[in-house]
């Protein structure tokens, strides 16, 4: 098959790989959209290591080519999505179903073959349905609409909160998606990117702040009557906003910490005093996955987008073939231009509309 590999640092070859046979386990899938994500970029970079050369991808969905001799629940031609953790179903919270958890996980992209190639093969627990009526570029987001969804299911937002969104990228947008579905009153979208926070007002974000032009603490004691807000979600993963959440919740307030953060974090006095003096509750939210194996995450999304009550595939921004990965993955290196999703079609794209 063909397939994008990873060979060093933002080095993909185009060539053909040996698909192995299928273990029995497994389901093989004829990949129809593959999603490039942010952390692929940083993993890439090395924060986190590769085993290289590695076919990378973990946002993907296609339709299921073939089934090992233990698969009993799909069948050739059924339209899927995956979730790429693999958890080892052994160890203390893979027992209490606190998947996200698991201490000896393997991950489709990262530890095996991933999504940037015609076919890739994954356990059946980790296959999704998707019925015959949703798009794969909108299945080939359930990921990060999981990972999103599992943040804002464990801060509890409740009717009439007004919630702040640090960072405007897949995931913010993603959340403020979840947000509007939980039926808060306000949503403040904060970045210092002007294009992203004009997509997010377009998305439905109530107000917005660039924190480069404003002054922050101040503008959200405009909007919140001098209060604070009720929760903050921070999907930026810098040192700078993992602060400002700190300063602009109110008293009892709530904090969901998402992003990742890619160096130290030092907080000055009165942001750490805010955690005590408010009791403010801080709570860390990390990846997608919950029990039933892979979750109400997964579920969700699915359901939320076949009912047509999420909508996100005009979140998609560029659109590539597989040979042109590297071209894809340069622009999201790069940041030369705006981008949003980066898609890519392992079949081409023909397939993905046609099936
Ligand atoms: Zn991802
Ligand atoms: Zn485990």
């Not at 990378?56 to 999505?81: C, L, M, P, W």
């Not at 996955?289 to 560029?318: A, C, T």
């Amino acid at each position: 098959m063909k397939a994008g590999v990873l060979k060093a640092v933002n080095e993909f070859h185009y060539e053909d790989v040996e698909l192995g046979a299928l273990a029995s386990g497994d389901v093989r899938i004829r990949v129809a959209a593959a999603g490039i994500c942010g952390s692929d970029i940083h993993k890439m970079q090395g924060h986190w290591k590769y085993q290289l050369p590695m076919i990378t991808g973990h946002e993907f969905a296609g339709v299921v080519e073939e089934i090992g001799s233990d698969v009993q629940k799909f069948k050739k031609g059924d339209r899927v999505a995956v979730a790429p953790l693999i958890p080892c179903y052994e160890c203390y919270y893979c027992r209490s179903g606190q998947y996200q958890m698991c201490e000896e996980y393997t991950m489709t992209g990262t530890h095996r073959y991933g999504g940037f190639a015609e076919y890739c093969d994954a356990p059946q627990e980790n296959i999704i349905p998707i019925g015959d009526d949703l798009s794969f570029e909108s299945a080939a987001m359930i990921e990060p609409l999981a990972v999103a969804s599992h943040g804002v299911i464990g801060i509890e937002p409740k009717v009439g909160d007004i919630v702040a969104i640090f960072g405007l990228g897949t995931i913010g947008l993603l959340t403020l998606e979840w947000l509007k579905l939980a039926g808060v009153k306000k949503i403040i979208g904060i970045d210092i990117d002007e294009n992203k926070l004009i997509e997010a007002k377009k998305r439905g974000c109530t107000h917005m702040i660039n924190p480069l032009k404003e002054d922050l603490v101040e503008k959200v004691n405009e909007y919140t009557d001098g209060m604070g807000v009720d929760i903050s979600m921070e999907c930026a993963g810098s040192k700078i906003t993992e602060e400002q959440c700190l300063l602009i919740t109110r008293k009892q307030g709530k904090i969901g910490y998402q992003g990742i953060a890619y160096s130290d974090v030092t907080l000055k006095q009165e942001a750490f005093e805010n955690i005590f003096r408010r009791e403010c509750t801080i709570k860390g939210f990390w990846n997608s996955y919950s029990s039933p194996f892979p979750g109400k995450e997964w579920f969700n999304s699915v359901d939320y987008l076949r009912n047509g009550m999420l909508k996100i595939s005009d979140m998609i921004s560029h659109r590539f073939e597989l040979a042109d990965l590297q071209r894809a993955f340069n622009i999201a290196v790069n940041r030369e231009e705006s981008y949003n999703k980066i898609m890519i079609y392992p079949n081409g794209i023909e397939f993905a509309q046609r099936n």
